[in-house]
Structures are given as structure tokens and as C-alpha cells.
Nanobody, 123 residues
């Protein structure tokens, strides 16, 4: 079964750091773009950062200079290093990835989501 398994959320004081991890498991042929989104109650899920298989990255303006996305292609894992955290970073963070998986006898690219991990930043 293909899934994205997240870890690393928690409670931290403003100015602190957290590192989120997301590992893709199961029969995966390849991984294209991997992303992190965040969502707060009552709002839409927002893109935080993305990284291609070649290592090109993009970030939301609100996290530039504070968050760093990276990936371990051999380990099918993406990370989000979150530094200088602010109370407004409080959200559920979701991993998202475009995975090439076997479906109906052929390989196709499908989008998968992790289960989400809570990040809470206290002031």
C-alpha cells in the first residue's frame, strides 16, 4: 500500500525550531515533486514549500529565509526544517507528493497526501 507517513510535529516556543519528515512507502517507481502544505481551521490548505526530484525549491513568501525543504531521494523522504517559528506558523502540516505507482497494470503518476502533523507555536 502506498502512503506518505509524516512525523516531527509538536509544541514549540516562538523562535524555536522543528523538523518535519515525510516518508513515501510502498511500491513506488519514482517520485516527482514533493511539497509541504499547512492548514488552519476554517481556511484552505496553503502551499508552504515544494522541491523537485532535481532539488529545485520554491517557498511561500511567509516562510522564506526561515524554512528549508530538502529531500533524500534514495530514502523517498522529504524534510521541512522550520526555524525562527512564529505563532502564526501554527497549523496542521501536510506532506504531498506526485508518485509514480502501478495502477491497473500500468504505471501512472498520482498525487498522495500524508495524514497531517500538528505544529503549535506558543508566544
Amino acid at each position: 500500500q502506498v502512503q506518505l507517513v509524516e512525523s516531527g510535529g509538536g509544541l514549540v516556543q516562538a523562535g524555536g525550531s522543528l523538523r518535519l519528515s515525510c516518508k513515501a512507502t510502498g511500491p513506488i517507481r519514482s517520485i516527482n515533486i514533493m511539497r509541504w502544505y499547512c492548514q488552519v481551521p476554517g481556511k484552505q490548505r496553503e502551499l508552504v514549500a515544494g522541491i523537485t526530484s532535481g532539488g529545485s525549491t520554491n517557498y511561500a513568501d511567509s516562510v522564506k529565509g526561515r524554512f528549508t525543504i530538502s529531500r533524500d531521494n534514495a530514502g523517498n523522504t522529504v524534510y521541512l526544517q522550520m526555524n525562527s517559528l512564529k505563532p502564526e506558523d501554527t497549523a496542521v502540516y501536510y506532506c504531498n507528493a506526485d508518485l509514480q505507482v502501478l495502477s491497473g497494470g500500468d504505471y501512472s503518476m498520482k498525487k498522495y497526501w500524508g495524514q497531517g502533523t500538528q505544529v503549535t507555536v506558543s508566544s
